[in-house]
């Protein structure tokens, strides 16, 4: 855990940018309580995983033990369960469709929670994956405000894995700027480096802190 923080400090020190002005999330997906608590008596507050029945088995405790953990969904998110998700989660990163944007604004006034929202992006169009086309983006996030009602903090992108990432947060921020959204959640172990220096507030960390599934 040191050695990640370490690593965030040093690349935000090379981008220029205050340390305070990224959240490193510590990826805790399909590990357990047992090997997330010595990650939280470290410090480490911000946690993110992919599947909310998952995280709805292990956090609650944990919650109630650290009240000042956040809690971010990084993964796909079903509209049918939209309700656990806004109850559980301080930050959904996966907002890509229109179902899912009713699902959540309703459940949001029903609740009177307001998790920060980033819509994600496919930037490299793969069929396979999740996520709203780049030429689609600005009438996607315009849908969110005004038809949904939805406040939007940021974007999320995960690069092709055998892309280089660089030109995919380039594209993300790019977006963003266009959009007045200052959020940026891109990065993962083995690019978040380059992800802060194109302006990421977020970086998404796993396999460096818990080490591999």
């Excluded at 999330?25 to 992919?50: C, H, M, W, Y």
């Amino acid at each position: 855990m040191a050695a990640v923080e370490y690593d965030v400090f040093r690349a935000c020190n090379e981008a220029r940018r205050d340390r305070d002005s990224v959240t490193l999330i510590a990826v805790s997906k399909t590990f357990e309580a047992d090997a997330i608590q010595p990650v939280i008596l470290a410090g480490q507050r911000a946690f993110g995983e992919n599947r909310v029945q998952e995280a709805k088995s292990k956090w609650p405790a944990l919650i109630a033990a650290q009240p000042a953990i956040a809690l971010h969904l990084i993964g796909p998110l079903q509209s049918n369960k939209a309700r656990e998700a806004v109850a559980l989660f301080n930050a959904i990163h996966s907002v890509d469709r229109p179902s899912i944007c009713e699902a959540l604004s309703k459940e949001m006034v029903s609740q009177n929670r307001s998790p920060e929202l980033f819509v994600q992006l496919n930037t490299g169009e793969e069929p396979q994956k999740a996520g709203v086309a780049p030429g689609d983006a600005d009438d996607f996030i315009a849908r969110c405000r005004e038809t949904y009602g939805l406040t939007i903090s940021g974007l999320m992108c995960i690069p092709p894995v055998d892309d280089a990432p660089a030109p995919h947060f380039a594209l993300t921020a790019k977006i963003a700027a266009r959009n007045g959204l200052t959020g940026l959640s891109m990065g993962m172990s083995a690019d978040f480096a380059i992800a802060i220096q194109f302006g990421a507030t977020h970086v998404r960390v796993g396999s460096a802190i818990f080490g591999r599934r």
